[in-house]
């Protein structure tokens, strides 16, 4: 692992058309004393902290002690450290189940967390009644609303299903999608919901996108997340008797069985795993309590405001 510098501010060359990822340390360097004195005393503090962080552009990225992600050669990976200031120096809440995140120059983020809550059965597998917890989670939007107005935000509309809920027997994932709309802007996005079973919790993956950006970064996400695993003796296929069961099911990971902690947890923590197409008003559901996240990738790949 190495530890990039301000320069990466810069430039990271990295794309997700299958080009190689080529690090420009120097151009930074050259004009970062001019630059400082036209930033502002936040944009100075944003970088320092982000000089912090340290990228891994290669091999497999630890995400924690119950799994992993292999580095696809398009990314950037950071630990559970970096992850937290990447987070809080963009204006969001990591929660202690912060594991990693994986980034590219595309305004394309995906942060890893675990949710602990114990192995949740699957014996709801054939009876997702995806008419009720559509329902469940449009109540849940109105109440998330009230927290959306108290903050100032903007409210969203849960306009239904762009995929509803299905569980996969053989890799124990579900997902499902949702469509959403802003309701000051009527910027619609679609919130596209993986979890990841394990032996101990599960890891929650979201893509989110506009309608029109979600066939073509559905092939990317899912390719991403083919290089996820739990170590050893983490899988969902090893559980064993006696270990901690969740106290929730397969319809209350889709409806809000996230959210169960999620005060000590932090908002975006509970979230789990975010592959976010950052700048185009992309919004965050969890139990009904939206977040909006701020574009910021651009400065740190030096492209333009």
Known sequence: MQNIPSS???????????????????????????????????????????????????????LGSRAEIKIPENYGFTDARGSRIVLEANGN???????????????NWIVFSFDDCGYVKDDE????????M????????????EERKRRGMPELIHEG????PKYNEQTHNLEWGVKLRNA??????????????????????????????LD??????????????????????EYRQGDKLAEYGLAALVVG????????????????????????AAFLIVAGIAIGIKKFFSRLFGRAQ
Not at 97 to 102: C, D, H, I, V, Y
Not at 161 to 164: E, F, G, T
Not at 202 to 212: D, G, H, K, Q
Not at 216 to 234: A, I, K, N
Request: charged share 20%; proline share 3%.
């Open 125 to 132: 597998k054939d009876d997702l009644d995806a008419d009720a």
């Open 184 to 213: 000051v802007t009527n910027h619609t996005s679609i919130n596209y919901s993986t979890r990841l079973l394990g032996r101990e919790g599960y890891t929650a993956v979201a893509l989110v996108c506009s309608p029109e950006e």
């Open 8 to 62: 990466l501010y810069r430039k990271i060359a990295i794309t997700v058309a299958g080009l190689a990822i080529s690090l420009s340390l120097n151009s930074f360097a050259q004009t970062a004393e001019a630059n400082d004195e036209s930033k502002s005393p936040e944009q100075l503090a944003y970088e320092k902290a982000m000089a912090q962080v340290k990228w891994q552009t290669e091999g497999v990225g630890k």
């Open 257 to 280: 069985g996230a959210a169960v902690g999620a005060a000590k947890m932090g908002l975006l923590g509970k979230l789990g795993v975010l592959f976010a197409k950052l700048g185009k």
């Open 161 to 164: 299903w762009v995929m509803p």
């Open 216 to 237: 073509t970064l559905l092939p990317e996400y899912q390719r991403v997340l083919q290089g996820f695993s739990y170590t050893e003796g983490q899988s969902y296929a």
């Open 134 to 145: 559509l329902e469940n989670l449009q109540a849940n939007n109105k109440a998330g609303n």
């Open 93 to 107: 809440i990591p929660g202690s189940s912060t594991q990693g995140m994986l980034v590219d120059a595309n305004d």
